[in-house]
């Protein structure tokens, strides 16, 4: 009750802010099943009650953590790529840069968005993929102000599948911490070599066809 007590003290943003942080913390070590109600607050340094009256219930608490993690990757990619007079090449760096420096400065923030909501099904898997899709649509909008303003199926299933290579590889570095190539500045390049080659062809009308 001391905890609690103290708690009050603080402005409940401020306070919020605390319990969010411990639950993301939480969720990301223990997943969602494990993890406890009771840990959370403690890592917080409040009451349980305190917890519930802020932030609701276990699942509410949850989602409110994929909501809160999914914009401030969202806000951490638009701001990299905020200079939209650079050219393609340059704002795609910035964005890839900016999301895996966002991975690797909030590790538990990624486990929980790539892995934990995911496989929690719904409704949290929603969350997830709304997220997902969000940055896709911002890929999207890069890629088809540098192709011309196109906005068609090629340029919606380029930024799909750079998304897709771009979570398989903040995966990989975050599993991996310290191994060559995993930091965010080489695991922005490394993207980049492997994409930006095609995707510059593709700026030039250059295409692979099957044979």
């Known amino acids: 009750m001391g905890g609690g007590a103290k708690a009050r003290r603080l402005p409940r943003v401020v306070r919020e802010r605390q319990m969010m942080d411990a639950a993301v913390r939480c969720f990301a070590r223990h997943g969602y099943q494990a993890a406890s109600m009771d840990e959370i607050a403690e890592l917080a340094g409040v009451s349980k009650p305190l917890v519930y009256l802020y932030l609701g219930s276990k699942e509410e608490l949850f989602t409110a953590c994929i909501r809160r993690e999914a914009r401030a990757l969202l806000g951490a990619v638009a701001a990299g790529v905020e200079d939209r007079s650079r050219p393609a090449d340059e704002q795609l760096w910035a964005g890839l840069l900016a999301f895996f420096t966002y991975v690797a400065d909030h590790p538990d923030a990624w486990v929980v968005l790539s892995r934990r909501a995911w496989t929690q099904g719904e409704p949290f898997a929603d969350e997830a993929s709304r997220m997902r899709e969000e940055i896709a649509a911002f890929v999207a909008g890069l890629i088809g102000e540098a192709h011309g303003g196109g906005s068609g199926r090629d340029v919606r ?32 390049a490394t993207l980049m070599n492997f994409a930006w080659v095609g995707l510059g062809n593709l700026m030039k009308s250059e295409r692979w066809s099957p044979p």
């Open 157 to 188: 299933g380029l930024a799909q599948a750079l998304v897709g290579a771009a979570e398989s590889l903040a995966d990989w570095a975050a599993e991996s911490p310290g191994a060559p190539g995993t930091s965010a500045k080489e695991a922005a």
